[in-house]
């Protein structure tokens, strides 16, 4: 992250303007910086008296917590299902709270929340090639294996 500029430059770029009666654009080439720079220091001199930069980062609090925490590890209780889409429209329709995908999902990963979806029944790969009592001329169908797969037993792509 880039640090602020010092406080001597933007002192000197505000009394060129200010007492010398340097416009904006000369005071800007003459410093090596930037006109909008230039505008927003004097700016600030004029509405505040200071040209001390403004609070840089910090920590923003997080929107789920206190009681939506609290319905939300409720919600998420073993045996109700969910969808992290799912819940964040709940929260907005039920609690008016306005998230987004992320924010649930850092909340639900950081209290080690989880639904995780029974996996498919996977039938055996040994297939008939005939069912019993056909001959093995008939054209009776026998259903695949693969078809029965569900997206977590597929195999994965073919190594090179």
């Known amino acids: 992250m880039t640090r602020p500029y ?3 430059l933007r002192d000197r770029v505000v009394a060129a303007v200010e007492q010398e009666g340097l416009s904006r654009h000369q005071a800007a080439a003459r410093f090596g910086i930037a ?14 008296g200071s040209v001390a930069p403004g609070k840089v980062g910090g920590h923003k609090q997080r929107v789920l917590r206190g009681e939506h925490a609290e319905w939300l590890i409720a919600r998420c209780q073993p045996g109700k299902a969910f969808t992290i889409s799912q819940l964040v429209v709940e929260l907005q329709a039920e609690r008016g709270l306005k998230v987004d995908r992320r924010q649930v999902w850092e909340f639900l990963h950081a209290e080690k929340l989880s639904f ?3 996996a498919c029944l996977q039938r055996s790969r040994i297939v008939p090639t005939s069912p019993g009592g056909v001959s093995s001329g008939s054209s009776a169908r026998v259903a695949s294996a693969l078809n029965a797969w569900c997206s977590s037993t597929r195999r994965g792509p073919r190594p090179t």
């Open 6 to 8: 010092s406080m001597d």
């Open 35 to 48: 006109v909008s720079t230039a505008v927003h220091w004097v700016r600030r001199h004029r509405t505040t």
């Open 116 to 118: 995780k979806k029974k």
